[in-house]
């Protein structure tokens, strides 16, 4: 029977210790965004960005490959700088705000990069259209407190997609040859995560 309680008590600190490690962390929204660039008449890049970043990642330093992430951004925030331009890419012809306010990613696969790299599959979900996606992570970082008292980590991360591919197929054809709108687009994201 001590035997047997010794047991129990180990298991219960082994348990304890892997959930206090294993910890849950949410995306602080006030210090996230993710931008894109795509290429403009094939002669320069517009760039934007997207705020409204919501979503929570499990992760323990000693553990990375187990980590998941999941989060959701709010497309109305889209901003190029340009009101007009910026109406546009809300509309059908692009992010169809109205039918599908969100986009969302939900990592599937975590692998080790290299030193304070990783990099997370998993799918992106723009419109109706699901595709697989690679992030290429730098951290995520040490701990801090912020002013708060709060634990935060940071991360950034990119990745390429072709537009078309989630059904944003919009372009013009130019008079000199080519197109007004490059299909590949560059993500990148700086998030900051709270532990919960």
Not at 7 to 28: N, Y
Not at 147 to 169: E, H, P, S, W, Y
Request: hydrophobic share 40%.
């Amino acid at each position: 029977m001590p035997n047997r309680r010794i047991c129990l008590a180990a298991l219960l600190v082994f348990c304890t210790t892997l959930s206090a490690q294993d910890a849950e962390w949410r995306i602080d929204t006030n210090h996230s965004a993710a931008y894109f660039s795509v290429r403009h008449l094939m002669i320069s890049t517009v760039r934007g960005d997207f705020h409204g970043i919501k979503g929570t990642a499990h992760y323990d330093p000693k553990r990375p490959t187990a980590a998941t992430v999941e989060a959701t951004i709010e497309c109305a925030t889209l901003n190029t700088g340009v009101a007009k331009r910026d109406e546009q890419m809300r509309g059908p012809e692009f992010f169809d705000i109205k039918r599908y306010p969100t986009m969302r990613f939900a990592s599937k696969r975590v692998e080790i990069a290299g030193p304070g790299k990783l990099t997370i599959a998993g799918d992106l979900t723009i419109n109706a259209a699901t595709r697989p996606v690679v992030l290429e992570v730098d951290g995520p970082s040490q701990e801090v407190r912020d002013a708060q008292g709060r634990m935060k980590i940071g991360l950034g991360a990119t990745t390429k997609i072709n537009r078309k591919d989630f059904g944003i197929v919009w372009n013009e054809t130019l008079d000199t040859g080519g197109v007004a709108l490059a299909d590949e687009v560059t993500i990148s994201l700086d998030i900051e995560l709270i532990k919960n």
